[in-house]
């Protein structure tokens, strides 16, 4: 991390927002937008959902390493109002003050 801040003159984030989705359902939001077009291959429930446990795995490890580092996970399933959730992550948390 030290390295890849020095390199790119950035810092770590104060906070994290993870919009989050079951894998299913982003594949389907991802077949969806490409119409008839072909699937792009990471764009499969299955890499969609290694990817997700990667995601889970950097959580675990920031908590950790940089427990400074707040991470909020918002959950953008089907139904789910995200501004209003986003919003209230926001508010609530007093994140960005």
């Known amino acids: 991390v030290a390295v890849f801040g020095k390199r790119y003159r950035t810092t770590l984030p104060d906070v994290v927002l993870w919009l989050d989705v079951p894998p299913e359902q982003a594949a389907a939001r991802c077949a969806a937008r490409s119409a008839s077009a072909v699937t792009e291959t990471h764009e499969t429930a299955e890499f969609l959902a290694i990817l997700r446990q990667g995601y889970q795995r950097l959580q675990e490890n920031m908590l950790c390493a940089f427990p400074d580092v707040r991470i909020h996970v918002v959950d953008t399933s089907d139904g789910v109002d995200v501004e209003s ?12 003050v």
Do not use: P
Not at 85 to 96: I, P, Y
């Open 85 to 96: 959730s986003v919003r209230a992550c926001v508010e609530e948390g007093r994140l960005f």
